[in-house]
């Protein structure tokens, strides 16, 4: 443990899921972590409180993503943050994690829920990267949050999968372009993971989606938390522009 003291990180939509995890995860190996999220400053919060409860550090940051300005937004915040608790706006870890699934089939998916999914999942990511990249020193750590859904079909999810399947490819390129900073850029894919979802709140539909799973259980969001901060560690330090597959064995088939 406190594998990453000295650094900071930015969780963009922690104030629940996985990202939430992710941000507590880090924070107990020592980051000063930016709990990022939209509407639920409530939410965003209570990370904020059980991260400080837990001896850790750590702030909310909001930003609506998908929309003009966004980004701009985000940073806005974040280095104000930064600045007052390390005096610097050094970024050295961004998960890339906030992200709104479709859930409609491919003859009702509309060009404007199109344009919204890609816009939140697809290009806010990589702007995020571009603007980050200004901030993060060598040695930095970039962890894009994809899904098992661009390698086993869904037809209900297919403009989702394929903002995913787009977000896979900023591990392969980015890896390649910042390497020569030791920076390491990973996509880690989850499986369906608990969230709050009421589909989660129905023991048969839990116990069905559990089946896709190799370990016949639903992931728990601290199930992907723990792949995040690893890949965040130095232990993780030759591996970049990776798929890693946290789908629990879903993808076996
Ligand atoms: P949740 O639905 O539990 O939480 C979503 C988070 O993203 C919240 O923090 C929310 O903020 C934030 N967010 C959503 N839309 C926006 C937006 N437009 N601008 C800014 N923040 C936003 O997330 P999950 O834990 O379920 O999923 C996390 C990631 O994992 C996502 O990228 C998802 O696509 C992916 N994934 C999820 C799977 C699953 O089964 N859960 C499976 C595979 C991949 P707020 O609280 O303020 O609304």
């Known amino acids: 443990m406190n594998r990453l003291t000295s650094k900071t990180a930015l969780v963009t939509g922690s104030s629940r899921g996985m990202g939430r995890a992710a941000a507590i995860r880090l924070a107990r190996e020592g980051a000063l972590v930016a709990v990022h999220y939209t509407a639920r400053k409530d939410a965003?919060?209570?990370?904020?409180?059980?991260?400080?409860?837990?001896?850790?550090?750590?702030?909310?940051?909001?930003a609506e993503l998908g929309v003009p300005g966004d980004v701009h937004e985000l940073f806005l915040g974040l280095e104000n943050?930064?600045?007052?608790?390390?005096?610097?706006?050094?970024?050295?870890?961004?998960?890339?994690?906030?992200?709104?699934?479709?859930?409609?089939?491919?003859?009702?998916?509309?060009p404007e829920k199109f344009d919204e999914l890609f816009a939140v999942n697809a290009k806010a990511?990589?702007?995020?990267?571009?603007?980050?990249?200004?901030?993060?020193?060598?040695?930095g750590r970039i962890i894009n949050i994809t899904s098992g859904l661009t390698r086993v079909a869904n037809p209900d999810e297919i403009a989702y999968a394929m903002t995913k399947g787009a977000v896979d490819q900023l591990a392969l390129h980015f890896a390649k372009y910042l390497g020569p900073r030791n920076i390491t850029v990973n996509s880690v894919a989850?499986?369906?993971?608990?969230?709050?979802?009421?589909?989660?709140?129905?023991?048969?539909?839990?116990?069905?989606?559990?089946?896709?799973?190799?370990f016949n259980r639903v992931g728990e969001p601290e199930d992907v938390a723990d792949v995040v901060a690893f890949l965040a560690t130095d232990e993780a330090r030759w591996i970049t522009g990776s798929f890693v597959d946290a789908t629990g064995g879903t993808l076996l088939g």
Not at 125 to 139: E, H, V
Not at 194 to 214: C, H, K, T, W, Y
């Open 125 to 139: 990511p990589f702007f995020l990267i571009q603007r980050a990249l200004k901030n993060m020193p060598d040695g």
């Open 190 to 214: 989850p499986g369906i993971t608990r969230n709050d979802n009421p589909v989660f709140g129905i023991p048969e539909a839990v116990e069905q989606m559990a089946q896709l799973s190799a």
């Open 44 to 62: 965003a919060e209570d990370v904020v409180a059980e991260i400080e409860k837990d001896g850790g550090r750590a702030f909310t940051v909001r």
């Open 81 to 110: 943050g930064l600045r007052e608790r390390t005096g610097s706006t050094d970024l050295d870890i961004l998960v890339n994690n906030a992200g709104v699934m479709g859930g409609v089939k491919p003859e009702d998916t509309t």
